[in-house]
């Protein structure tokens, strides 16, 4: 659950995970709030992470001066393009540090696309899963009125959010697209229609290997998990190559992708590798259906 101050407790006691946000008109608003954030966990000496846009890092660092070699800032447009990369960053700061550890994020930077603030608000839903347990852990979110983005519609219960948008189907497949019925034995054949698909829309050849990959992944799960076959949709929206791929299984983990499955573990390592791989992946299942939809930019 998101909550709009700076200090209370997400469950109203400092014990748990605390998850809280605030809403700023720009740098102007931005800048107090987030160095006082940052210079009460440097008073109280804290492990402090900054995980922003380039440019809110470089008016946060000039405001903390001096005080600000002590943090580590990191470009949220790089760790955080893919928002589902977002979990397994903050496990690894975590894991890195045995005391307390507080975060500073804007994940629903402005110039996103629609698609990928919808995963933003799951991945904050989803955060309060993740980090339950983490009991000296603090993250400090930042949202831009601009982007539109009300953090308080999640106060209802983040579990309960990320329960049903993990649910429902994404929007419609447009008519537009190109379609593809897939089962046993016909990878390679999606793998060579997907390679001319991509080259006439001029993406380059490493960005093809990736998707490829990554899309031979998601159709293996179908097969195995997902009753045999699967269904493949290609078109191109925002600058972007788009994957759709669904099938009849369903996913009852709702970190599936977000954390690390085991070496030895049955299945998960599809949807995590896709979203090391691709620009933008979305992941949907309900009783009867999964539906992935990985984005690649064509430039």
Request: glycine residues 10%; contains cysteine; proline residues 5%.
């Amino acid at each position: 659950m998101l909550k709009d101050s700076a200090t209370d407790s997400l469950h109203g006691a400092p014990a748990g995970f605390e998850h809280d946000s605030f809403v700023h008109a720009g740098d102007g608003d931005f800048v107090p709030l987030a160095a006082a954030f940052v210079q009460e966990g440097l008073a109280a000496a804290e492990t402090i992470v900054a995980v922003l846009p380039p440019e809110r890092i470089a008016v946060l660092r000039d405001a903390l001066g001096a005080a600000g070699d002590a943090v580590r800032f990191v470009d949220m447009t790089v760790a955080g393009g893919n928002p589902a990369r977002l979990i397994p960053f903050w496990r690894d700061v975590l894991e890195q540090h045995s005391g307390p550890v507080r975060g500073l994020s804007e994940a629903a930077y402005p110039g996103r696309r629609a698609a990928a603030y919808d995963e933003v608000l799951l991945h904050e839903a989803l955060s309060d899963i993740a980090f339950e347990a983490d009991r000296s852990f603090r993250l400090y979110c930042a949202y831009e009125a601009s982007v539109g983005i009300d953090p308080t519609a999640l106060h209802a219960g983040a579990g309960a959010l990320a329960e049903k948008e993990f649910r429902m189907p994404l929007d419609d497949v447009p008519d537009r697209a190109e379609r593809w019925e897939f089962g046993p034995g016909e990878l390679a054949e999606v793998r060579q229609w997907l390679g001319g698909q991509a080259a006439s829309h001029g993406v380059s050849r490493d960005r093809l290997d990736d998707l490829s990959l990554a899309l031979h992944e998601i159709c293996t799960n179908s097969i195995r998990f997902g009753g045999g076959r699967g269904r493949l949709a290609v078109w191109i929206a925002d600058g972007s190559l788009i994957c759709d791929v669904t099938d009849r299984g369903r996913i009852d983990d709702l970190l599936v992708g977000r954390v690390l499955p085991p070496l030895d573990g049955l299945g998960g390592r599809g949807v995590w590798l896709a979203n090391q791989l691709c620009d933008l992946a979305q992941l949907r299942s309900g009783d009867d259906f999964t539906q992935v939809r990985l984005h690649t930019r064509l430039r």
